[in-house]
């Protein structure tokens, strides 16, 4: 790893000045095309960027491509708060409106280079050039790939730059390289691995100068496989260059301090269905533990019949603290995705776009999602529609508590209130998506890496993608609402030792006088025990919510996916839930993501893990987050850790769908929230993605404090 730590020290220094640049350059290409259609415009803008904005090549690297350029001190002012007014007049599409979390088509963009895609757009300009729209659409995507060309070609000249102003002599013959290796990409299709890494990487950096970000770089042990097979036989790379040349490109994610949450797939099954494992798939495990930062967001898919070296070597980069790769389960996904019409082939091409969501690369728009606030829908039920802290709240009324006679009534006054939520939901979304003229936001760009916008002639969001948008429901709170059913169910109905109406004023209170009620509503069965009484709720709660939120569409013909998955809301909007039958306090956090409420789960991670898989996940297409959390010698321990992996395989094979695991001691974590100065580099995982602890707000540090603790498996 001779590179890495000379690009580490590189990019701790930021330059000075404002981090600008990028405006001042699209508003002065606008200025030469007023009057132009906002598509047109913003694609002569685009390779105006490509072709001034400032490149910058360190002296120790090996993938071209920086933030550096962006920098910029003694501009003036006033220009730029014009251009913040011009640029912001055309407008740009955000999280809601298919703006970014992308999987781009990287396998067949380096598969044809940039003259085998400039190629197809000249093909499709013959095929529609009747048809005025679409030749103005080609027409703008070939203006931005004639811009990207220069972009690439800059770099080289950038990098030839940089070997003229080193001394060391390593680095000269590396720059040389990769000034070369630039130049023939910069219109040829790669041919080395170095050649297909930095074409990938400059695409993703234009993306974050569009303001692009969560941007995946799906499956790369498949589409750069052939390039580091070509390379390792030829003699070209070892393993561990190799793995040094990926660490080098995976770096420049947390460029001067700048965080995104790049999602990494390796792993899983090829869209053939044969083993898709390979030895890229280790060096890039190895290379996202040798940077050992909470950028690269990876993710592994594990499949029936793979190698046992797969798992123990993802526990093992997870046991150094960083919390990842996020372990997925494609015998749940696939047929999770594939219930919606995708392909067979494409369904086993899956990856994940931001934390966890699936997602088919390059062939459906970018994807959005939101919360989904399931616990205050359960208090409706008891203030008649109203919540007990967030004043804005009004859900349907149900009906006087009396009349609620059984378990049954009680559940079908919660669906009603769930039901109209979801209703609104939907409305809000489909409101605010369906609302612009896309083809004035046309992102030609974008376009250039999904199937079928060239051939087509038309916008990833105006009908040129293979597949329509989809949209994901983040519901929360699975174990808040399985515990809190549980104890409605035993407490109420079957011990019969308090009334619903004694029960919402006990909640009304917060408990406060009722403390001998709330101590039998905790003493119910809760959710991560095995105990059938209580996950009966948590399967209930995956049907019901997938039933309800299947009957919707987007604007453009897509389905409404369920994720079982909060990030970090389940604090926040704990934060405006009022108290729930389950005992838990208002205001305090709902449980985290699928996870069982922290605390509760006393059985042991066996026990939780038969809970964990009682559920259909295969219905919840967008996927789920559950955070364990073990002993570090549970993942350093190579006893302990066979057993774990011996856990998770079997949970895997009953149909759980995702896990992830912090194993840094609560010790550690109450340390580092007294002494934070000592602990800078202390990286956990969070909820779908991992950041340095001492960066999360007291509230998150104190929730993943408080998970349970596991020592052993039993």
């Avoid at 703006?99 to 093909?123: K, V």
């Avoid at 995507?141 to 990098?159: I, P």
């Avoid at 006893?639 to 912090?662: C, D, W």
């Amino acid at each position: 790893m001779k590179h890495l730590p000379l690009l580490k020290e590189a990019q701790s220094h930021r330059p000075a000045g404002d981090y600008c640049h990028t405006e001042l350059i699209r508003y002065r290409a606008y200025r030469e095309h007023y009057g132009k259609s906002p598509l047109t415009a913003g694609a002569l803008a685009q390779r105006a960027w490509f072709e001034t904005f400032p490149v910058y090549v360190y002296e120790c690297d090996r993938i071209a491509g920086s933030r550096h350029g962006n920098f910029i001190a003694g501009y003036n002012q006033l220009e730029l708060n014009r251009a913040r007014a011009i640029c912001g007049s055309y407008g740009q599409l955000g999280f809601w409106t298919n703006s970014d979390h992308f999987a781009p088509g990287y396998d067949r963009f380096l598969r044809e280079g940039i003259c085998g895609t400039m190629a197809r757009i000249d093909e499709s300009l013959l095929v529609h050039r009747e048809e005025a729209d679409k030749v103005e659409f080609l027409t703008a995507q070939k203006e931005v790939l004639t811009g990207f060309s220069t972009f690439v070609r800059r770099h080289s000249e950038a990098a030839l730059e940089a070997a003229a102003r080193t001394d060391n002599p390593d680095c000269r013959k590396e720059l040389t390289a990769l000034a070369a290796d630039l130049a023939y990409a910069a219109w040829e299709k790669p041919v080395t691995l170095r050649q297909a890494l930095n074409l990938v990487w400059l695409v993703h950096l234009s993306f974050l100068f569009q303001n692009k970000y969560a941007m995946a770089l799906g499956r790369m042990d498949q589409y750069l496989y052939p390039y580091y097979k070509h390379d390792i036989e030829a003699g070209i790379l070892t393993t561990e260059e190799a793995e040094d040349l990926i660490a080098c490109a995976f770096i420049k994610i947390v460029e001067y301090g700048f965080g995104d949450t790049v999602n990494i797939c390796i792993g899983g099954v090829t869209p053939a269905g044969e083993e898709g494992i390979n030895e890229l798939s280790y060096a890039i495990l190895h290379a996202v533990r040798d940077c050992y930062v909470p950028g690269p967001n990876l993710s592994a898919r594990l499949h029936e019949g793979m190698p046992d070296r797969f798992l123990d070597e993802c526990l093992q980069v997870i046991g150094t603290g960083l919390g990842y790769p996020a372990l997925m389960n494609d015998r749940v996904n696939i047929p999770a995705l594939q219930r919606h019409g995708y392909s067979p082939e494409d369904s086993r091409d899956y990856c994940f776009v931001g934390c966890i969501e699936n997602f088919i690369p390059g062939k459906q728009p970018a994807w959005s999602d939101g919360r989904f606030n399931v616990p205050q829908f359960l208090e409706a039920v008891f203030y008649r529609g109203t919540s007990a802290l967030d004043q804005n709240y009004l859900g349907l009324d149900t009906g006087a508590l009396e009349e609620l006679e059984t378990m049954e009534d009680f559940l079908g006054a919660f669906e009603k209130q769930i039901a109209f939520a979801a209703a609104e939901y939907v409305t809000i979304f489909n409101n605010e998506n369906g609302r612009y003229n896309y083809r004035h936001y046309a992102q030609p760009f974008m376009s250039l890496f999904c199937d079928d916008c060239i051939a087509r002639g038309m916008d990833i969001n105006c009908g040129g993608a293979r597949y329509p948008s989809v949209h994901g429901a983040g519901c929360m709170g699975i174990g808040t609402i399985a515990d809190s059913l549980a104890a409605v169910e035993k407490v109420v109905y079957n011990d019969r030792t308090c009334t619903l109406t004694e029960l919402r004023d006990a909640l009304a209170a917060n408990f406060e006088g009722y403390e001998t009620l709330r101590a039998r509503l905790q003493s119910a069965p809760k959710y991560g025990n095995n105990d059938d009484f209580v996950d009966k709720y948590a399967v209930w709660y995956v049907e019901y919510l997938d039933r309800i939120f299947g009957q919707y569409r987007t604007r453009d013909g897509g389905v409404f996916y369920t994720a079982i998955a909060s990030n970090t809301q389940s604090v926040s909007a704990g934060h405006i839930t009022g108290a729930t039958p389950d005992g838990r306090l208002s205001g305090v956090p709902l449980s985290d993501a699928a996870s069982p409420t922290y605390g509760v789960d006393k059985n042991g991670p066996t026990a939780a893990f038969l809970s964990l898989c009682k559920p259909d996940y295969r219905l919840v297409s967008c996927g789920t987050v559950v955070n364990q959390k073990y002993t570090p010698d549970m993942l350093t321990d190579p006893v302990k850790r066979a057993a774990l992996t011996a856990a998770i395989q079997v949970y895997f094979s009953r149909g759980g769908q995702e896990v992830q695991i912090n194993c840094v001691s609560r010790d550690v974590l109450k340390d580092a929230m007294a002494h934070p100065e000592n602990y800078g580099g202390l990286i956990v995982r969070v909820s779908g993605f991992s950041a340095y602890f001492t960066s999360l707000a007291r509230d998150v540090q104190e929730d993943i404090l408080h998970r349970t603790e596991h020592a052993e498996i039993r």
